[in-house]
C-alpha cells in the first residue's frame, strides 16, 4: 500500500496550490486521511484530517485559508491552499488509516511528500 502526494511547488505568498494525495494498492476501506508538514528543522506537525463522513478538523494555523476534501470512489485526500504564506513553507505529507477490522484500524505507511515553497 502507498500514498502518493503530489501538486506541490513554488508560489508567490497570497498564491494558492492544491496538493492530491492517492492511494493506491489497499483492499479495505479508508478512515480517517489528512495532512501533515514538516519544515527544515522543525518537527512534523498535523495540517488537517478529514473523517469518512466528510468532517474536517484544521490546525489554528491554517484555519480559513486551506480546505481539505477526500474522493472515496478514488481513495483519494485533496488540500486547496489558499492566501499561502512564508512559513507555509514545507514538505506535506498526506496519511490514512485503512479499516482492516470492527476495532482495528492500520495506518498506511508515509509516502513521499511534496514541497511547498511560499516565496517572492
Known amino acids: 500500500v502507498q500514498l502518493q502526494a503530489s501538486g506541490g511547488g513554488l508560489v508567490q505568498p497570497g498564491g494558492s496550490l492544491r496538493l492530491s494525495c492517492a492511494v493506491s494498492?489497499?483492499?479495505?476501506?479508508?478512515?480517517?486521511m489528512g495532512w501533515h508538514r514538516q519544515a527544515p528543522g522543525k518537527q512534523r506537525e498535523r495540517v488537517a484530517t478529514?473523517?469518512?463522513?466528510?468532517?474536517?478538523d484544521y490546525a489554528d494555523s491554517v484555519k480559513g485559508r486551506f480546505t481539505i476534501s477526500r474522493d472515496d470512489a478514488k481513495n483519494t485526500v485533496y488540500l486547496l491552499m489558499n492566501s499561502l504564506r512564508p512559513e507555509d513553507t514545507a514538505v506535506y505529507y498526506c496519511?490514512?488509516?485503512?479499516?482492516?477490522?470492527?476495532?482495528?484500524?492500520?495506518?498506511?505507511?508515509w509516502g513521499q511528500g511534496t514541497q511547498v515553497t511560499v516565496s517572492s
Open positions: 496519511s490514512a488509516d485503512e479499516i482492516r477490522g470492527p476495532t482495528y484500524y492500520s495506518s498506511v505507511p
Open positions: 478529514i473523517a469518512r463522513g466528510g468532517i474536517a
Open positions: 494498492g489497499s483492499r479495505f476501506i479508508l478512515a480517517t
